[in-house]
């Protein structure tokens, strides 16, 4: 199968509540994600299989050379095809062409591996605080 990926593809707002359910495990809500991606984010990049949408990572950013990556989510059949990655490679493009100089990421532990390995993020000392 053919994978298609858009940098600020357009998508339905469904469509991307649905896969972020099933993604994600939770029950699908009514999230404006056009409204949201255009307000705060410098771009997003859509996965598709002809017209059904596979694939979406957000990518927000402080409006200079930061930028951040969010919402990386994949169908779950079809996990551990590159996807993820291919994803992650269109989105360091978009923010490269944007003039950022960092793309920035935090994940749970059991991504470590897709993000270090498959993506080709460094570590690097963070901090967070949780509110």
């Known amino acids: 199968m053919t994978t298609r990926y858009e940098w600020r593809g357009d998508f339905d707002n469904a469509a991307l509540n649905s896969l972020h359910a099933e993604g994600f495990g939770h029950s699908p809500d009514t999230t404006d994600w056009r409204t949201r991606l255009r307000r705060h984010s410098l771009g997003w ?5 002809n017209s059904a949408l596979i694939g979406f990572v957000n990518v927000a950013w402080d409006g200079g050379a930061h930028a951040f990556i969010l919402d990386t989510v994949v169908a779950p059949h079809r996990r551990s095809e590159g996807i993820g990655a291919a994803m992650i490679e269109t989105a360091a493009q978009g923010a490269h062409a944007a003039k950022c100089h960092w793309l920035h990421v ?11 390995d498959a993506c080709g993020f460094k570590a690097t000392a963070a901090g967070l605080i949780a509110l």
């Not at 991504?111 to 270090?116: A, C, K, M």
């Open 106 to 116: 935090d994940f749970e532990e059991h991504l470590r591996s897709f993000y270090f």
């Open 45 to 49: 990049v859509c996965a598709w299989e």
